[in-house]
C-alpha cells in the first residue's frame, strides 16, 4: 500500500493501494451488517455493499448470513492476494 505522510499529520493513499482500500471498507461493512446488523453509514446499505462485492469479484451474493460471510471471504481472497 503507498501512503505518503503529508505536513501536520496527515496520509495520503495513492497509486492501486486506493482500490485495496475500497474492498477493505466493503468488507469491514458487510462484517459489520453481519455481526450486528448495523451500517456504516446511511447510505450504506447491505445490497450497495454486496453490489460492490459482486463487482470486484465477480460472484453474485444472496442476502443471508451465508452470502455475507462468503462475500467476506471472497474479498479476504483478493485483499490479501
Do not use: F, H, P
Not at 475500497?22 to 450497495?48: D, E, F, N, P, Y
Not at 459482486?54 to 485483499?79: C, E, H, P, S
Amino acid at each position: 500500500m503507498t501512503v505518503e505522510k503529508l505536513k501536520g499529520g496527515g496520509v495520503m493513499i495513492t497509486g492501486d493501494s486506493i482500490n485495496v482500500l475500497r474492498l477493505i471498507s466493503v468488507r469491514q461493512a458487510i462484517k459489520l451488517w453481519l455481526k450486528c446488523r448495523m451500517q456504516t453509514t446511511r447510505g450504506a446499505t447491505i445490497t450497495q455493499m454486496l453490489a460492490l462485492a459482486t463487482g470486484a469479484t465477480g460472484n453474485v451474493y444472496k442476502k443471508n448470513d451465508a452470502g455475507y460471510q462468503r462475500a467476506i471471504d471472497d474479498l479476504t481472497t483478493i485483499i490479501e492476494g
